[in-house]
């Protein structure tokens, strides 16, 4: 009896690749062998899978129905898997995890660090990156995003959850305090030199949360303007400005008495950091370990 499941693996990866010599590419195979281990499965099928040109391959309608089963069987097999992996409960294997470059190194790293030490067995594979990663194409097994004020969507074949936050907080060096003044009120800030955070060309307003659900956003007057937040916690640290900054940034500043806090009567806005994960039935003992402890110990990084 012939095997089922025989050139599959790389049916799939012909369609998901765009074609023969990028799967070849994924695969580490010859654009050659992929051509023929599909020339295989199409005689095995007694079907053609592929519409074939000098310049490309496109799915015949015989070809898209083989491979949407092919998806679900794939599915299936991974879910047998993690199930089997769950089973045996111990914290092991490789652990993909994407974060933010600041965030990510500052609370994030540690607290996985601590997980790997724990778990001998566990491999720590970590992506410090600003950029949205794509978790299915690039085959990483978690990632860490903020929320941002809007929410995080988490369609796609993700599945989140919320395992802290990032409070921020207006603050100023002593120095800067005693020449300009300490502003009392979010109307004075109009009054005072800030250091401003950039990102994609524009420049980002500070927001303050108001009692009935709303945001104040202010834009105050800026001659520095950085796209890195340590460089902005330095500024303030010189006496350059207020900066408008996350907690867990400037804690150290502040218990070193290098920063104040201002406005500590205005609520500071929180934005929610979510952990996502490619959806699955069965989720893998190690990634539901550093999920847990990002949610048990991120909270407390204020």
């Known amino acids: 009896m012939s095997d089922p499941l025989q050139g599959v693996a790389v049916f799939v990866e012909a369609v998901e690749a765009g ?5 070849a590419a994924k695969l580490n195979l010859s654009r050659s062998a992929v051509g023929k281990t599909v020339a295989r499965l199409e005689e095995r099928l007694g079907v053609r899978l592929f519409h074939r040109t000098t310049r490309s391959q496109g799915l015949t309608q015989d070809g898209q129905a083989f491979y949407e089963r092919c998806l679900r069987a794939l599915g299936e097999l991974r879910a047998g898997e993690a199930l089997l992996e769950s089973g045996k409960q ?3 294997g490789r652990l993909r995890v994407s ?19 724990a778990h001998p067995k566990l491999e720590l594979d970590l992506s410090f990156s600003d950029r949205l990663v794509d978790l299915l194409e690039d085959g990483f097994d978690l990632a860490i995003r903020n929320a941002g004020i809007r929410g995080l969507d988490t369609g796609n074949g993700l599945t989140g959850r919320r395992v802290g936050f990032q409070r921020m907080s207006v603050c100023a060096s002593p120095a800067y305090l005693r020449k300009h003044g300490t ?5 004075a800030l109009s009054g005072h030199e ?13 927001l303050f949360p108001q009692e009935d659900g709303s945001n104040v ?7 520095l303007r950085f796209d890195d ?3 902005i916690l330095d500024a303030a640290v010189a006496g350059m400005g207020l900066a408008w900054l996350p907690c867990w940034l400037i804690q150290d500043a502040v218990r070193d008495k290098q920063l104040v806090r201002v406005l500590t009567d205005q609520p500071g806005l929180c934005f929610d950091v979510h952990a996502l994960w490619p959806t699955t039935p069965h989720l893998p003992v190690r990634v539901r370990a550093a999920i847990d402890a990002l949610a048990k110990k991120l909270p407390s990084v204020k």
């Open 194 to 206: 800030s250091i401003r955070y950039v990102r994609s060309g524009a420049t980002r307003t500070w």
């Open 99 to 117: 974060m933010p470059v600041l965030y990510g190194r500052r609370c994030v790293a540690p607290i996985l660090r601590d997980l790997a030490r």
């Open 217 to 223: 956003e202010l834009a105050p007057a800026s001659r």
């Open 90 to 92: 111990e914290v092991a």
């Open 183 to 187: 502003p009392r009120t979010l109307e």
């Open 229 to 231: 937040l340590e460089a």
């Open 19 to 23: 074609g023969f010599s990028a799967a």
